[in-house]
């Protein structure tokens, strides 16, 4: 069966952090008062009430007590090694883990915190030209083109919608990193109505498009999904968006999952 996931954006971006050397603790606790990282929000986009909303996610981020616990249980080695000095490849160890425990937790959040993610996750795939689009979901796009569209799209959104994303995402990776927390899988009767909620729609909407019988074809075969990922990306997007109560949220769960 295809499934489509849609993207959800990298948490923290590319912070080109000052060239000094800091100690772990120092680098959590002061992360959103260094210059170079500020610098970076302003030349991404991020200005007035959205800069300091960016400054703050990352403030938070940083010196809530389970994430560095949680981080500092995942890097102790390397920071023995380093001599607990932060170098560049513990940055990327370290946002390796937030990937990961986001991807852990995602799954524990109040329905509440999941939709502020996949509101504005799937307002971003649907603001996206088809051929950046597809780059996107079959993995072509670099990093960096990849966050330059996403920084596009979070600058246009309210101050309020960004700020409740970006408080739904830290709860996700918090929730990931409590030692031992597995991600809650859905059951087969919230995958079986997933699926009764969101397949026939999904066959309407193509239905309704002038090239059918392409799409038809695609969505059929195994494999046929690459070349139309961006077109069932935004249909399960909108068929999502029209669900409501429990419905949406088990919805939004399976393509989360």
């Known amino acids: 069966m295809l499934r489509i996931a849609l993207l959800v954006g990298c948490l923290l971006g590319q912070p080109a952090f000052a060239q000094t050397t800091v100690s772990a603790s120092d680098l959590f606790a002061s992360m959103h008062l260094d210059p170079a990282f500020r610098q970076d929000l302003r030349e991404r986009g991020y200005t007035g009430a959205r800069f300091d909303i960016m400054v703050e996610h990352t403030r938070e981020l940083f010196t809530d007590p389970v994430v560095i616990n949680g981080l500092t249980r995942h890097i102790s080695g390397s920071l023995r090694q380093s001599g607990y000095e932060v170098t560049p490849q513990m940055m990327a160890q370290m946002d390796t883990i937030l990937w990961q425990s986001y991807g852990v937790g995602v799954s524990r959040l109040t329905s509440a915190e999941r939709y502020h993610i996949f509101?504005?996750?799937?307002?971003?795939?649907?603001?996206?030209?088809?051929?950046?689009?597809?780059?996107?979901?079959?993995?072509?796009?670099?990093?960096?083109?990849?966050?330059?569209?996403?920084?596009?799209?979070?600058?246009?959104?309210?101050?309020?919608?960004?700020?409740?994303?970006?408080?739904?995402?830290?709860?996700?990776?918090?929730?990931?990193?409590?030692?031992?927390?597995?991600?809650?899988?859905?059951?087969?009767?919230?995958?079986?109505?997933a699926e009764e909620l969101l397949l026939p729609a999904i066959d309407t909407m193509i239905g309704q498009q002038p090239n059918a019988d392409a799409l038809y074809r695609a969505w059929a075969a195994p494999t046929g999904g690459d070349r139309y990922a961006c077109t069932f990306s935004k249909m399960f997007s909108v068929a999502t968006m029209r669900l409501g109560g429990r419905d949406r949220d088990v919805a939004i769960r399976y393509l989360m999952q």
């Not at 330059?148 to 960004?162: E, F, G, K, M, T």
């Open 119 to 193: 509101s504005v996750d799937s307002g971003f795939i649907r603001s996206l030209p088809q051929r950046e689009c597809n780059r996107l979901i079959n993995g072509q796009a670099s990093p960096e083109r990849a966050q330059s569209l996403l920084d596009a799209y979070l600058v246009r959104i309210s101050p309020d919608a960004l700020s409740n994303y970006h408080r739904a995402e830290r709860q996700a990776m918090r929730l990931g990193l409590v030692q031992g927390a597995a991600p809650v899988a859905l059951s087969r009767s919230e995958i079986r109505r």
